[in-house]
């Protein structure tokens, strides 16, 4: 089973902050949280991950808790191509771990 | 280009039928993945494997069948036992060792339809 929560769907104006929560307040102290999108009929896409402290990459900003039971994944200026289904992924970091997707969060952006 | 490609995008077959999927990388990952996703929902896990000649069952292995014979290769056969073939397939690799990042990259899937 997934061991995240997320928001099934939510909107966004395009070019303002898109802001993702996720719920993992049964993470251990060796995995980290991973966020991936897909976009309809495509294969999932990377965006983040981290362990502790806050990550940003070109794409997006990942903010984790101080106590790393929840997170939130920001994209700072949303645009239509941000429309996609995003997925929270609690994840170990030891070999043969598999990523186990739950449901996501549909995020649709208009104009 | 450096990827995992899928093929064919799309394949019809008749109930009954046993199909095989294809899934090659060249990122030279040692851990391969396939999933399985139905409308509306997320992917659920068939398969993986982390060496060659080694693979592991995932949450919903029934009806499928995976070989690793090589490291680039990974394929999967949809067998007649699997009650409810028709889905979209989605091929994963990633490297096994956190020091070498561990984010996994997707292939754009297979659409498997059985009629």
């Known amino acids: 089973d997934a061991k995240t929560t997320q928001p099934p769907s939510m909107d966004c104006a395009e070019g303002r902050a898109a802001n993702l929560p996720c719920n993992h307040s049964?993470?251990?102290?060796?995995?980290?949280v991973y966020w991936y999108r897909q976009i309809h009929s495509q294969g999932p896409q990377y965006i983040i991950h981290g362990l502790k402290n806050n990550e940003t990459n070109e794409m997006a900003s990942l903010i984790i808790t101080e106590d790393r039971k929840s997170s939130t994944l920001i994209l700072p200026h949303a645009t239509l191509r941000d429309t996609a289904v995003y997925y929270c992924?609690?994840?170990?970091?030891?070999?043969?771990?598999?990523?186990?997707f739950g449901k996501g969060t549909t995020l649709s952006v208009s104009s | 280009d450096g990827g995992i490609t899928q093929s064919p995008k799309y394949l019809f077959r008749k109930e009954g039928q046993n199909v095989t999927l294809s899934c090659e990388q060249n990122l030279n990952h040692d851990a391969m993945y396939w999933y399985r996703q139905d409308p509306g929902q997320g992917l659920r896990l068939i398969y993986y494997?982390?060496?060659?000649?080694?693979?592991q069952k995932g949450d919903i292995a029934e009806g499928y069948s995976v070989s690793r014979e090589k490291k680039e290769s990974f394929p999967l056969t949809v067998t007649s036992a699997q009650k409810n073939p028709t889905a979209f397939y989605l091929c994963?690799?990633?490297?096994?060792?956190?020091?070498?990042?561990?984010?996994?990259?997707f292939g754009q899937g297979t659409r498997l339809t059985v009629v």
């Open positions: 049964t993470i251990s102290g060796n995995e980290y």
């Open positions: 494997s982390q060496i060659v000649n080694d693979f």
């Open positions: 992924i609690v994840r170990g970091d030891q070999a043969g771990t598999a990523l186990i």
């Open positions: 994963a690799s990633s490297w096994d060792r956190g020091w070498r990042g561990t984010e996994a990259f």
